[in-house]
């Protein structure tokens, strides 16, 4: 069992009480989902975070004589080594010799909705980070469109988010949509996958306006305020909770010419390119596994070093484009410094033109005010948790 920790402001004593309690993921509730799963053909959609206690999803659905038919597996592979972006190929699985089934950039070319009529239910395990251009979810809704149109069921395990606390960041425009972005929600949304299955659904979100039919098995003693901290990592470039609560702000640099930290010890919690000479901190990105060709790879980067930043501050701070306008700025290169994966990641048009405009990240946090307002209201009836 984990311990994590529960934050309840105390608003009326200007303090924070801090208490202590068991935070059960839906995959450590087997009593909840095991009986619905008896006799039924499953396939799993997980990756190495899908850990019920000490046991794999996987491992423990075989213990417990259940038929896992086959694996599904996100970006970076079912047991998370490829780069951000890889082709990752079909496998098998050494310990269970079940197939595993890429459904990411890979060579497979057989349709999703023709691989679920296979199977009765598809399970979903796997831990997500709460951000918008974060591709699982993404992967989640196209399995939710294929068992729509096969009538199959999804049943997910759900587990908490990390960034599930806020909701910050413009809402998609849709003409945005790829494999970074496929709903109309902000970069930060503060739900689970569960909540969010749950809003597909409810908001007709599926092709056609279909629903799936939908299970969800709730955690534990978790709500909105729960500050959770991840026992696996997600993917080979979020090694730590500080680049997890930093992703939301710092993602933004894979649409530049400037580094993130790819291919050193600290991806997502720095950034620099060569011609930030004025800059004390350097660093050079290598490739390493994980990031095998990191942008300006054996260049010096000069840049800023944010691992020092408290918890607290990047929490507070939300998304925070003064990290991203400040490299603009030194490095001096226009409009040449993005690049058109830019507004794929950010997710509208307006926000480009107003860092080059010199607009501030105060005033540009501000055009997305009413987005969190609405999407706020708009996701409430899905919610499973206390906010």
Known sequence: MKKFICLLA????GCTLMCASEILTGDMRPELYLP???GKKVCVYSNSTGMAGDKHIVDFLVEKNIDVKAIFAPEHGFRIKADAGEHVNNEVDEKTGIAIISLYGS???TPLTELVRAYDVVVVDIQDVGLRFYTYYVTMLKIMNACAKEGRQVMVLDRPNPNG???DGPILD???KSGVGGLPIPVVHGMTLGELALMINGEKWLDDGMTCHLKVIPCANYTHRSRYDLPIAPSPNLPNMKSIYLYPSICFFEGTVASLGR??????????HP????YPFAFTPRS???AKEPVLKDQTCYGVDLRQLSDKKIWREGVNLAYLIDAYQAVGMGEKFFTRFFELLIGVDYVRPMIMAGKSAREIKATWKQDVVRFKKQRKPYLLYKE
Do not use: E, R
């Open 174 to 176: 849709m003409k945005f």
């Open 165 to 167: 606390f806020y909701v």
């Open 36 to 38: 619905l799963l008896q």
């Open 275 to 278: 011609a930030m000479k004025g």
């Open 107 to 109: 060579s497979n070319k």
């Open 10 to 13: 105390g608003c009326l004593a």
């Open 263 to 272: 291919g050193t010890d600290g991806p997502f919690q720095m950034y620099g």
């Open 288 to 290: 390493v596994p994980g």
